[in-house]
Every structure is written in C-alpha cells, then in structure tokens.
C-alpha cells in the first residue's frame, strides 16, 4: 500500500508541477501573441503558431508542423482509443461478479440516486446565480456585434437521447465513442446474462477479465510516463491561441461559470462526502486533486477516466466491484459541470439577445439541461454543441441568439476544460459515497497519508 501511496503522491506533484509550467508558458505566449498582432507582425506570430500550436487538420494547418499539437492529440488518441473496452469490460464484469440481484439494484439506485441529486443540486444553484446575476443586468450588456453565426449543429429534441440508449446494430454501437449510452446498455446486458448462466459462461468471462488487466497495464504506463507532459503541451497551446479579444464581449458569462464551477468543485462535492458518506473529505480533496488536474488539461471525461479508476481504488480504498460501475456509468450521465454550463450559458444567451428571463424558464432551461447533458460525449467541445438543442427547445433562435451563441463556442474551450473536472471527480465523489454505504470502502486506506 505504501509502495501505490508513494507513486500516487509522485504522479500527483509531477502533474501538478506540469500544470504550473503549463499554465505560465501558455500566458506568456498568449501575450506574445497580442504583442506581435497589435504590432503588426502577424508573419512572426504565424510561424511560431504554424510550428508548435497550429491543428494540422485543418484546412490553415497544411503546411504547418504543430508539434504541440501533435504530441497532445497523440496522448488523448491514446486513451481515447479503449474507452469502448474499457467501459464494456468494466461494467460486464462488475456486474457479473455481484451474484447478488438485491445487492447490485442498491448499488444502482444508489450510484443513479446519487447521480441526480448532485446535478439537481447543481442546476438549482446555477439557476439562482444565473438569475441574480441576469438581474443585476450584467449580461444585457454584453456586445455580440461583428461575429460570424454558427449553428453548430441542429437542434432536436432532448428526450431523442433515450433512442440511443438501445442500439440497432450492436458493431455501430462499438465504432465509435459518441455512442457510450449503447455500449452501457450492452455492457449492461452482457454482465446480466453471464450472470444468469452462472458456471456455463465461463471463457467469455476469462476473456473480459484479461482485455481488462490488458488495458490496465498499458493505461497505467501511458499515464505514467506521458500524462505530466500531455498536461504541459495541453495547456499552453490552449492558452496560446486563445485570443484576449474573444473574452471581452463576455466577460459576465465566463467570470460567472468559472466562479461557479469553482466553488462546487472545491466545496460542493467535499460536502457531498462528508454529509452523504459521513466520512471526512479532507483526504477526498487531497487525493482526487490530480484528477482534477487531469480532466482539467484533457477536457475529456473519457481520457480521465483510467486516472480516475486507479486513484479512486488505489488510493481512496473504493472496491474495485464499486468503481468498476459507478466511474464507466457517471462518464455517460454525470455531467454536472456540463449542466451549470448550460444553464449559465442559456441565461447569458437568453438576456443579451431580447429574451425575457424567469423562474419559470429557467426551471425548463434546468429540465432540458439534464436531459440533454445525460449521455454527452465524453469529449472536447461537446457540451457547448449540445447547448444548441437547449436554446432550439427554449425558442432562443433570433440572430441576436445565435449571434451570442457563437460567442460562446469561440471562448468556451477554458471553460470546458474546468466542466470536465467537475464531471471527474464527481464521478469519484459518487463513488466514495457508494461504497462507504455497502461497507466495501477500505477506510484505512482512504484515510492514509501520502508521504
């Protein structure tokens, strides 16, 4: 125990470290960058950008090298690649091993239970301060003028998420990452029937139980030995070619969410644990921190997802059993930094465009915010698309809202970044909570000290 205690103490300060070399490099090379626009040298700025940060992807990025880019996107391809596995294996093989029927519908109850009331309590509160900030006036204020509209994608309606819950080709649902909700559903399935069969299904069983060591291996030396450079390369391209000039006219909105989101992150889920697993947060906090860290740099719930599984059981004593369903599952439907978003995001829309903003609306907003953020994809950018269905249901489709929104896709990647932590450790906090109520969390081990 001391040995995973030390390594997990080791990653915590090398992430930790790389955060802070991250974030000064990246400052520092955003105000380079305006320094050399403002002064004319747009040519110096571009073959910096063209060599370290630009997407070579894209159709300005043909000629360029973007080494940053490259070294990030080849980390985040890296873990993204097994999630489908990762989270089929998971959920199979914990549900498989709970012979228990009674046992296993607590642990779901209790992991959904405790799933929507976080977000409940979520959206309450960025109801209120969405109000009381729409109130004081601060978002009527925002200037939208001169911006390009992007629709980003249709709008449609939230309860069309429940479709894809059940997929109708089993090989469509494993070919991509977008399609999460279906391979849980599988996963689901699969661990019931084996359940079912008992000693006949015997192989199928082996061969989850060692694609999902396989996984762990490689999961763990990826992490390891790239996640506190992945860290550094993410976060100074993304501050280095965000632009000083696309945070001004929002200025209320951003200030607002980020307050938000860090008061729920550093507080709310501490409560959470201490009330709700009456057990003390503080080596919660500690523990769970270069998860943050992680989820923070990777904007992506899926690629975090490895990181957290180990801290949460190696480190804050969760039985395996537990986390094995409670992190796979709340990657798809936790989404409670992604709901504040959209309810923050779809008041500041809402008033800088005309529209009248109520209790009663934003009751809705708050309804169609959970719905739709269940089932997100667990991916970079994805919560501000699916913004547009809430605003599409709320009728917010004047130019001026469209107008707004483009705004918010074009400031939106920081702050997503710090959704994606709430949705992380979230996701542990759930966890925790569980398995102190099935007796299956190793207290000693959660309340030991990291040397």
Not at 350 to 375: E, K, P, R
Request: glycine content about 8%; overall charge positive; hydrophobic content about 55%.
């Amino acid at each position: 125990m001391k040995k995973t205690e030390k390594k997990g103490n080791h990653l915590a300060v090398k992430m930790a470290i790389a955060m802070v070399l991250g974030l000064i490099c990246g400052l520092a090379m955003l105000m380079l960058r305006e320094n050399l626009l403002t002064s004319g040298q747009t040519q110096t700025w571009a073959a910096i950008n063209n060599l370290l940060f630009q997407d070579i992807t894209a159709e300005a990025g043909k000629n360029a090298i973007g080494l940053f880019y490259i070294v990030g996107q080849l980390f985040v391809n890296a873990l993204q690649v097994i999630i489908v596995p990762m989270i089929f294996c998971s959920i199979a093989l914990a549900i498989c091993q709970i012979t228990d029927t009674r046992k296993l519908g607590r642990i779901s109850s209790k992991t959904l239970g405790a799933f929507l009331l976080t977000t409940a309590v979520a959206l309450v509160i960025a109801g209120a301060v969405g109000l009381t900030v729409y109130a004081t006036g601060a978002f009527n204020a925002v200037e939208v003028n001169g911006l390009n509209v992007s629709t980003g994608s249709s709008g449609s309606n939230p309860l069309s998420i429940l479709l894809s819950i059940v997929p109708n080709n089993m090989t469509s649902a494993f070919s991509t990452n977008g399609q999460v909700l279906a391979v849980v559903f599988l996963a689901v399935a699969t661990g019931l029937g084996i359940n079912a069969l008992g000693s006949k299904v015997t192989v199928l069983k082996k061969l989850l139980q060692e694609i999902s060591d396989i996984i762990t291996v490689c999961l763990s030396y990826v992490i390891n030995k790239f996640g506190p450079l992945a860290i550094f390369v993410l976060l100074t391209r993304t501050f280095a070619i965000y632009g000083i000039d696309h945070l001004k006219p929002a200025l209320a909105y951003v200030v607002t969410t980020v307050l938000l989101l860090l008061a729920f992150l550093i507080v709310g889920y501490a409560v959470f644990v201490a009330v709700l697993g009456r057990i003390n947060p503080i080596p919660f906090v500690k523990k769970i921190a270069k998860v943050a860290v992680f989820g923070f740099s990777t904007s992506s719930s899926a690629a975090t997802l490895p990181l957290n599984r180990k801290t949460v059981t190696e480190e804050l004593g969760v039985s395996d059993e537990i986390a094995s369903f409670t992190l796979p599952l709340g990657m798809t439907v936790n989404m409670d930094g992604t709901a504040i978003m959209q309810v923050i995001a779809a008041i500041f829309v809402a008033a800088s465009s005309g529209y009248s903003v109520t209790v009663s609306s934003i009751a809705i907003i708050a309804i169609l915010a959970l719905i739709a953020s269940i089932g997100t994809p667990a991916a970079p950018g994805a919560g501000a698309v699916i913004l547009f269905t809430i605003l599409t249901g709320m009728g917010y489709t004047n130019d001026a809202a469209l107008l707004a929104y483009s705004l918010i896709l074009a400031i939106n990647r920081p702050i997503e970044m710090l959704v994606t932590s709430l949705n992380v450790v979230g996701d542990a906090a759930t966890s925790v909570i569980v398995a102190r109520s099935e007796k299956m969390l190793d207290e000693k081990q959660y309340n030991a000290e990291q040397n």
